[in-house]
């Protein structure tokens, strides 16, 4: 696609249930990241992907935390037991290769209550 | 590890102001630098970047230079507008492994007519 584009855009989960938050990354982009924007604060990393291996996952916040991506593309976080810290705008990126710029997408906005 | 520290927000400036955010940086090697543009309800844009020193990256009239001497990467912009009302990120690029980005906390800019 033209963009990254992330799915839903807005999720209200109640706590203690799963999510799975969708990243669509542009066509042929390679290297594929997640980040977390929490209220007030900067942008905090957790996983990255290049290809379909994740070399750096050393950002997950907890083993609840967890993400895949499939035929190079599509990636998904699953965040199981969510908790009201969790709460959070996730961000997904993507690029050509290390060392480039990214795109984002526009994010989704969780809200665990 | 490699940091970023911008300058405190919120910043509130009149329309055709001059804008400096100040940005430092704490890194190994020679990261590439960028600055990243997050409109109200948007995602994040890449707005301008350099990739070595004394390079100057440009872009919708704002600028930055990489200086290697006081590890900063200041942005300016002459005449600021309303349009400009943001947060900014600034950003390295890591030298090492997944050469994820490296974010500051964001400063919020509001530019009044």
């Known amino acids: 696609g033209a963009g990254v584009s992330q799915s839903p855009s807005n999720k209200v989960t109640e706590k203690g249930k799963d999510v799975e938050l969708r990243c669509d990354p542009i066509s042929g982009h390679t290297a594929l990241y997640w980040y977390r924007q929490s209220l007030g604060q900067g942008l905090e990393f957790l996983i990255y992907?290049?290809?379909?291996?994740?070399p750096d996952k050393s950002g997950l916040p907890s083993d609840r935390f967890s993400a895949e991506r499939t035929g190079g593309s599509v990636s998904t976080l699953t965040i199981q037991r969510t908790q009201q810290e969790d709460s959070a705008v996730y961000l997904c990126?993507?690029?050509w290769g290390l060392g480039d710029g990214y795109t984002f997408g526009s994010g989704t906005r969780l809200t665990v209550v | 590890g490699d940091s970023v520290t911008q300058m405190e927000g919120p910043v509130t400036l009149s329309e055709e102001a001059f804008l400096t955010i100040n940005c430092t940086y704490t890194?190994?090697?020679?990261?590439?630098l960028f600055w990243y543009v997050q409109y109200p309800g948007e995602g994040l844009q890449l707005l301008l970047k350099?990739?070595?020193?004394?390079d100057k990256g440009s872009n919708k009239g704002f600028e930055a230079t990489y200086r290697k001497e006081t590890t900063s990467f200041h942005l300016e912009k002459g005449s600021v507008q309303v349009s400009d009302s943001a947060v900014y990120f600034c950003?390295?690029?890591?030298?090492?492994?997944?050469?994820?980005?490296?974010f500051g906390q964001g400063t919020r800019l509001t530019i009044n007519p």
């Open positions: 992907f290049q290809g379909n291996s994740a």
């Open positions: 950003a390295l690029s890591e030298q090492q492994g997944a050469q994820k980005l490296v």
């Open positions: 350099a990739t070595k020193a004394d």
């Open positions: 990126a993507s690029s």
């Open positions: 890194a190994t090697g020679y990261p590439s």
